[in-house]
């Protein structure tokens, strides 16, 4: 049981350049989430996707999109990079159960755009 | 405003130190709060989700108080290992989007 997965874990992009961020978990859940962290910032919402088939956009999804391959794969797309997307990225998976929720994170990508 | 507030830090304490944090939410519609803690470059993990009559996991207390918007943290007999930025959770319906603090900061030191 992996949890949740990110690839790559760091990038490095020139403006203009295109890039997709993978996400897989292995655990069933139904919603999934992208965030980008920055220094002072907090974790702030991009997209997220309450179950397969369905996405929506969170507080920052400008240059930014989503795709919902399957219930285990949520990827993010930088369509032309600009270095204000310099970021950590987060993507997140969310279990339901009798106990309340919790929200398990993967490891990041540290995106740097120059 | 921030929907959720906290005080950034950082706290610099003593091993075996009591600390406090404070995290105020400004939306009354806020179901579902919780504790999270980042280690440096590492993805957030749940500490402790938090609840209205208060709850206690070990050496740590979480609190909430409705009326005045606001959810605390406590941390007894402060460990070096407790260093990390804790992070003020709040969701305003259930298995929703999650709204975080910018977090606060703490470092234990010996």
């Known amino acids: 049981n992996a949890g949740v997965t990110q690839t790559p874990k760091f990038q490095v992009l020139k403006t203009g350049q295109s890039m997709t961020l993978q996400c897989a978990q292995d655990?069933?859940?139904?919603?999934m989430y992208w965030y980008r962290q920055d220094p002072g910032m907090g974790l702030r919402l991009i997209y997220y996707s309450a179950s397969e088939g369905t996405t929506d956009k969170g507080e920052v999804p400008n240059g930014y999109n989503v795709s919902r391959l399957n219930k285990r794969e949520f990827s993010l797309r930088l369509e032309s990079a600009a270095p204000s997307q310099t970021s950590v990225y987060f993507c997140a998976s969310i279990s339901t159960g009798t106990g309340g929720y919790e929200q398990y994170f993967g490891p990041g990508t540290r995106l740097t755009v120059t | 405003r921030k929907e959720v507030e906290q005080d950034p830090g950082p706290f610099n304490v003593p091993e075996g130190a009591t600390v406090a944090f404070n995290c105020t939410y400004s939306n009354s519609a806020s179901q579902s709060f919780f504790w999270y803690r980042q280690d440096c470059r590492k993805e957030p993990k749940l500490l402790m989700s938090?609840?209205?009559s208060g709850n206690e996991d070990g050496r740590f207390t979480a609190q909430l108080n409705r009326a005045s918007q606001y959810i605390s943290l406590l941390i007894r007999d402060s460990k070096l290992s407790d260093s990390a930025t804790y992070l003020c959770v709040v969701n305003r319906k259930k298995a929703g989007k999650l709204i975080f603090g910018q977090g606060t900061t703490l470092q234990v030191k010996p």
């Open positions: 938090v609840y209205s």
């Open positions: 655990m069933n859940h139904n919603s």
